[in-house]
């Protein structure tokens, strides 16, 4: 059988390595389906029930394997709904591949049915956009797009017309009039880690080792580098700081790590670095500013693969460009071990303070059922090896804090856009990507009910993913970021009572259950992680517990108390849940 286009970008896509593609088809790619069902031994099509998924599980399989991840919609609307999954890949530097169909270049401009000109569509979320409009331009383009995605941890994108998929793949349908000719490459690339200059190592120890309070602050650019991430900082006595996508470098009970930063960080981490003289920062532009030392405060070294992301929160005494793991090796052996351990010491005692007080959240006895103790029922019976991944809103506070990092756990949730609903369809992609692991996807009921039918795609692929709703009936996050500008909440809730998603999981063919007592949990909670395929646990807790700051600021609580003057509801139930609160952080 002649090979057409579509075939030539499934082959192609399979000499990259490249074995899964997640999407929903149409008569947009039609030719592209052709391509994949011949190529079908060797490339898997995922198939879902929005494309928006489709493209959060492109980015979520990128996230969890550092390879491409590839994702495929029609034109037009098909290719529109994609874009929210990515802009996630693009705001969190993971390389993704998007294929979009596109009307028959003979009606373009015409203002056809679908006709959605999706290169200008994708300008600014692709650093590759291409549409094809010539068989010679294959498959060296699809080459050059991948390169793109992997070397720029970014989005390329792909439009393909309907005449020129289904065209034969070594048609030349044009004279050739200019010098050049159709473009020749192949499908390999040369990536070895960025190796830093000695000069800049030499300048970076000169900073570190004249300071006396040096804290660490390490994002996910130092995955892969725990170990020597743990013995700089045992050299120069310092505390690791950890941003929230970073939270799987270093285990959280580690005694060195005092945890997260920010809105959802600890006190202990936000103190350091209003204390600090000397900030190390590793593969983050950890973008809160607020939560960083304060302009002349500090010495600041960063170690950064993208030059781009040098500088751009803080001036950078001494920039490094390079892989974090070759930097930090090479910079040890350039250390002394600092003698005074009194910064590290007085932080250690702060966060053994912290972890007492968390735990002390993690209450059976409390009505309604606290949502830390649901995240930390999933922490106490998850395996050492599972991965959790998670929606954008309150629970991303309690998995912060409640979702302990050991073993080889990891975590991951959508870092800069914070989108909501990238939960689900992470845990689907990263079940196929390792599927004898542990996946657990804990979410939210506002994110779960945006993409929930991908909760059938589980099913139908038969994944042993786990859904764990954190069901509060309301948009929790959005409900504590009104009031904490002073204003009541306002549209925020759904009306009484919560929805039972576990009766629409069971009517899919899965294990489920619904949990309204504490004392259901933990058993409701092993039993999904006992069960050998798809299983959901919907559990409903304490709509009014707020999800407060590890370090609460006088115009916060200013603000806090204001928006309850101006009629804040539920008002009693709120002060209630911040008293008991208090007092178990005073039992503490």
Same mark, same amino acid.
């Not at 904490?484 to 629409?504: K, M, T």
């Given at each position: 059988m002649?090979?057409?286009?579509?075939?030539?970008?499934?082959?192609r896509?399979?000499?990259?390595?490249v074995?899964?593609?997640?999407?929903?088809?149409g008569?947009?790619?039609?030719?592209?389906?052709?391509?994949?069902?011949?190529q079908?031994?060797?490339?898997?099509f995922v198939?879902?029930?929005h494309?928006e998924a489709?493209?959060?599980?492109?980015?979520?399989?990128?996230?969890?394997?550092?390879r491409?991840?590839?994702?495929?919609?029609?034109?037009? =609307?098909?290719a529109?709904?994609?874009?929210?999954?990515?802009y996630d890949?693009k705001?969190?530097?993971v390389?993704? %591949?998007?294929?979009?169909?596109?009307?028959?270049?003979?009606v373009?401009g015409?203002?056809?049915?679908?006709?959605?000109?999706?290169?200008?569509?994708?300008?600014?979320?692709a650093?590759y956009n291409?549409?094809?409009?010539n068989?010679?331009?294959?498959?060296?383009?699809?080459?050059?797009?991948i390169?793109?995605?992997?070397?720029k941890r970014?989005v390329a994108?792909l439009?393909?017309?309907n005449?020129?998929?289904?065209a034969?793949?070594?048609?030349?349908?044009y004279r050739?009039?200019?010098?050049?000719?159709?473009?020749m490459?192949?499908a390999?690339?040369?990536?070895?880690?960025?190796?830093?200059?000695?000069?800049?190592?030499?300048k970076?120890a000169e900073?570190?080792k004249?300071?006396?309070?040096?804290a660490? %602050?390490?994002?996910i650019g130092?995955r892969?580098?725990r170990a020597?991430v743990?013995?700089?900082?045992?050299?120069?006595?310092?505390?690791?700081v950890?941003?929230?996508?970073g939270?799987?470098?270093?285990?959280?009970e580690?005694p %060195?790590?005092?945890?997260g930063?920010?809105?959802?960080?600890?006190? =202990?981490s936000e103190?350091?670095?209003?204390e600090?003289?000397?900030?190390?920062?590793v593969?983050?532009?950890? =973008?809160?500013?607020?939560?960083?030392?304060s302009p002349g405060?500090?010495?600041?070294?960063?170690?950064?693969?993208?030059p781009s992301?040098?500088?751009?929160?803080?001036?950078?005494?001494?920039?490094?460009?390079?892989?974090a793991?070759?930097?930090?090796?090479?910079?040890? =052996?350039?250390l002394?071990?600092?003698p005074d351990?009194?910064?590290l010491?007085?932080?250690?005692?702060?966060?053994?303070g912290?972890?007492?007080e968390?735990?002390?959240?993690?209450d059976p006895?409390r009505?309604?059922?606290?949502?830390?103790?649901?995240?930390?029922?999933?922490?106490?019976?998850?395996?050492?090896?599972?991965?959790?991944?998670?929606?954008s809103?309150?629970i991303?506070?309690?998995?912060?804090?409640?979702?302990t990092?050991?073993?080889?756990r990891?975590?991951?949730?959508?870092?800069?856009?914070?989108?909501?609903a990238?939960?689900l369809?992470?845990?689907?992609?990263?079940q196929?990507?390792?599927?004898?692991r542990?996946?657990?996807?804990?979410?939210?009921d506002g994110?779960?009910?945006?993409?929930?039918?991908?909760?059938?795609t589980?099913v139908?692929?038969? %994944?042993?993913i786990?859904?764990v709703?954190?069901?509060?009936?309301?948009?929790g996050?959005i409900?504590?970021?009104?009031?904490?500008?002073?204003?009541p909440e306002?549209?925020v809730?759904h009306r009484?009572p919560?929805?039972?998603?576990?009766?629409w999981?069971?009517g899919?063919?899965?294990?489920a259950?619904k949990?309204?007592?504490?004392?259901?949990?933990p058993?409701a909670?092993?039993?999904?992680?006992?069960?050998?395929?798809?299983a959901?646990v919907?559990?409903d807790?304490?709509?009014?517990e707020?999800?407060?700051?590890g370090?609460?600021?006088?115009?916060q609580a200013?603000?806090?108390?204001?928006?309850?003057?101006?009629?804040?509801p539920?008002k009693v139930a709120?002060?209630?849940?911040?008293?008991?609160?208090?007092?178990n952080?005073l039992?503490?």
């Amino acid at each position: 059988m002649q090979e057409i286009v579509g075939e030539s970008l499934a082959r192609r896509l399979v000499e990259w390595g490249v074995d899964t593609v997640f999407g929903l088809p149409g008569d947009g790619i039609n030719g592209l389906m052709e391509g994949f069902r011949r190529q079908r031994e060797k490339l898997r099509f995922v198939l879902v029930h929005h494309e928006e998924a489709a493209a959060f599980m492109a980015t979520g399989y990128a996230k969890a394997t550092g390879r491409l991840g590839v994702c495929a919609a029609t034109s037009g =609307p098909g290719a529109i709904h994609l874009l929210n999954g990515l802009y996630d890949a693009k705001l969190d530097h993971v390389p993704v %591949l998007a294929i979009t169909g596109m009307q028959e270049t003979s009606v373009l401009g015409a203002h056809y049915q679908q006709e959605v000109h999706t290169t200008h569509l994708y300008q600014d979320v692709a650093g590759y956009n291409l549409m094809i409009t010539n068989p010679q331009q294959m498959p060296a383009v699809v080459d050059l797009a991948i390169r793109h995605a992997l070397s720029k941890r970014t989005v390329a994108h792909l439009t393909f017309p309907n005449d020129v998929q289904v065209a034969p793949a070594a048609q030349d349908p044009y004279r050739h009039v200019s010098p050049g000719k159709p473009p020749m490459s192949a499908a390999e690339m040369c990536q070895p880690p960025l190796a830093p200059h000695q000069q800049e190592l030499v300048k970076a120890a000169e900073v570190l080792k004249a300071g006396r309070k040096v804290a660490m %602050l390490v994002g996910i650019g130092a995955r892969g580098a725990r170990a020597e991430v743990l013995a700089v900082a045992e050299a120069l006595a310092s505390p690791i700081v950890k941003t929230l996508p970073g939270k799987q470098v270093v285990p959280d009970e580690h005694p %060195l790590t005092t945890g997260g930063l920010g809105l959802l960080g600890t006190a =202990p981490s936000e103190e350091l670095m209003e204390e600090c003289d000397t900030l190390l920062m590793v593969g983050t532009s950890f =973008p809160y500013g607020k939560y960083l030392p304060s302009p002349g405060q500090a010495k600041v070294v960063q170690i950064e693969v993208d030059p781009s992301l040098l500088g751009m929160r803080l001036p950078v005494d001494a920039p490094v460009c390079a892989d974090a793991r070759l930097a930090l090796r090479e910079l040890l =052996p350039m250390l002394t071990h600092h003698p005074d351990r009194s910064f590290l010491e007085k932080y250690q005692r702060k966060m053994d303070g912290w972890r007492s007080e968390m735990t002390r959240l993690v209450d059976p006895e409390r009505v309604p059922i606290a949502p830390q103790y649901l995240i930390g029922c999933i922490d106490a019976a998850a395996a050492d090896d599972a991965i959790l991944t998670c929606d954008s809103g309150t629970i991303a506070t309690w998995s912060a804090r409640h979702w302990t990092i050991r073993g080889d756990r990891e975590f991951y949730l959508s870092g800069n856009l914070a989108t909501m609903a990238p939960g689900l369809p992470y845990a689907i992609a990263m079940q196929h990507a390792y599927p004898g692991r542990q996946v657990i996807a804990y979410v939210g009921d506002g994110g779960f009910a945006m993409l929930m039918a991908e909760f059938l795609t589980a099913v139908r692929h038969e %994944l042993p993913i786990k859904v764990v709703i954190n069901n509060n009936n309301s948009y929790g996050q959005i409900l504590w970021e009104q009031i904490i500008l002073g204003y009541p909440e306002y549209a925020v809730r759904h009306r009484q009572p919560e929805a039972d998603f576990s009766s629409w999981a069971r009517g899919c063919g899965a294990f489920a259950i619904k949990v309204t007592d504490a004392k259901a949990v933990p058993g409701a909670i092993r039993g999904a992680l006992a069960h050998p395929g798809p299983a959901l646990v919907d559990c409903d807790v304490n709509p009014n517990e707020p999800p407060m700051p590890g370090k609460v600021k006088y115009e916060q609580a200013k603000n806090f108390t204001e928006a309850f003057l101006r009629g804040q509801p539920h008002k009693v139930a709120t002060l209630a849940s911040v008293a008991r609160d208090k007092i178990n952080e005073l039992r503490s």
